[in-house]
C-alpha cells in the first residue's frame, strides 16, 4: 500500500497471466512494455500515470515506481486499465485475484 493505493511487482503478476515484460532505459527515463503473445501491448514510464495500450491512453490511480531499484510495482488498476485483466480485491483475506482467460494469479498483501 503506497499513498492510499495498492501496489503489486508487475513482472510476476504479468507473467502469471501469460504476458512478457521488458524494461528499456530511454532519454525520458525506465520505460516498461508488457505484450501478450497476440493481442495486447502496452507501455508505460516509470514515474508517470499515463499508460499506452494499443494506441489508446489511459491513466493510472498512482504513479509506478520502482522497489529496491529493480521492481517495477504498479498499481492494481494498471491490470484492469492497460491490459483488460479482471481483478478482486478481498480487504478481508488480503488478497489480490487477477483473471484474464485461463490465467490466474494471487497476490497477498498486509491488511
Not at 516509470?46 to 491512453?57: L, M, N, P, Y
Not at 494498471?78 to 480487504?91: G, N, P, Q, R, W
Not at 478481508?92 to 484474464?100: A, C, H, N, P
Amino acid at each position: 500500500m503506497r499513498s492510499g493505493h495498492l501496489f503489486v511487482p508487475l513482472r510476476p503478476v504479468a507473467e502469471w497471466l501469460g504476458f512478457f515484460t521488458q524494461a528499456t532505459l530511454t532519454a525520458n527515463g525506465m520505460k516498461i512494455t508488457v505484450e501478450a503473445k497476440t493481442t495486447k501491448s502496452a507501455q508505460l514510464h516509470i514515474g508517470s500515470t499515463t499508460v499506452t495500450c494499443d494506441g489508446q491512453t489511459a491513466e493510472l490511480s498512482s504513479v509506478p515506481y520502482l522497489l529496491g531499484g529493480e521492481t517495477t510495482m504498479v498499481p492494481v488498476d494498471f491490470f484492469e486499465k492497460a491490459l483488460a485483466v479482471s481483478t478482486h480485491i478481498d480487504t478481508t483475506g488480503g488478497v489480490i485475484l487477477f483473471e484474464r482467460d485461463d490465467a490466474v494469479g494471487c497476490v497477498s498483501f498486509g491488511k
